[in-house]
């Protein structure tokens, strides 16, 4: 069966410093992954996704993930990070042929200070 | 801009109470979700519905049931409510079946008491 790991429940960094979270997928075929961020008392917005081609996906907000089939993962990644980063992210894989019935991490909670 | 709306943000019920959460897109998608957000366990599907009149279940329809009526409006209907479906409740649409982003409501803050 499909599934989705984000191993780090909270982060904490500081604004300007370089930012990864993590992602492991488990599944057979060509997944379908996306992040998406909930900001506080709000609904989740898509960030970026990958469906094939360049395993480096440019998403909004200045954030990237890569996608690694080798390591099944697909780690979200920012250069420098501002307080309004602050938000829990969602790494989140589709299921085989149907990519609107989503499978979701349980989040990671992203704390900045300044 | 696409909007997906809740009819609330926090809502209190008591057990035994028949629950109704709405949930309306106003850019003519085709498709809309119902998930439940809880802590630790992140988002898991409900029910979905690609057309109007028809619906699926997802992972946890147990204890749900759901209407679509109109093509814009999406309903998640609790028939008797119980503690352990207090949760943040979030809706989502899509334009298109297959590979197209969904966009989230704010959510509905359901606490049963």
């Known amino acids: 069966a499909q599934s989705v790991t984000q191993p780090d429940i909270h982060i904490t960094v500081s604004e300007g410093a370089s930012l990864e979270l993590r992602c492991n997928y488990s599944y057979g075929a060509t997944p379908y992954l996306f992040w998406y961020v909930q900001s506080p008392g709000q609904g989740l917005q898509l960030l970026l996704k990958?469906?094939?081609?360049?395993?480096l996906v440019q998403g909004i907000k200045g954030f990237e993930a890569e996608f690694k089939r080798s390591q099944s993962s697909f780690n979200l990644r920012k250069p420098s990070v501002h307080w309004s980063d602050a938000a829990e992210y969602f790494c989140a894989v589709g299921r085989s042929y149907n990519t609107d019935k989503l499978i979701f991490g349980t989040g990671t909670r992203l704390q900045v200070f300044p | 801009d696409v909007k997906v709306t809740q009819s609330s943000r926090y809502l209190v019920k008591r057990t035994g109470e028949k629950v109704f959460l709405e949930c309306v897109q106003d850019?003519?998608?085709?498709?809309m979700f119902w998930y439940r957000q809880d802590p630790g366990l992140g988002l898991r599907l409900i029910y979905f519905?690609?057309?109007?009149?028809?619906?699926e279940k997802g992972d946890i329809p147990e204890g749900y049931s759901v209407s679509r009526e109109k093509k814009e409006r999406f309903s998640l209907i609790l028939e008797s409510a119980s503690t352990n479906q207090t949760s943040m409740y979030l809706c989502?649409?899509?334009?298109?079946?297959?590979?197209?982003?969904?966009?989230f409501g704010p959510g509905t803050r359901l606490t049963v008491l």
């Open positions: 989502a649409s899509t334009k298109l079946r297959g590979t197209d982003t969904q966009y």
């Open positions: 519905s690609y057309d109007v009149k028809m619906k």
């Open positions: 990958y469906f094939s081609g360049d395993t």
């Open positions: 850019m003519d998608h085709e498709n």
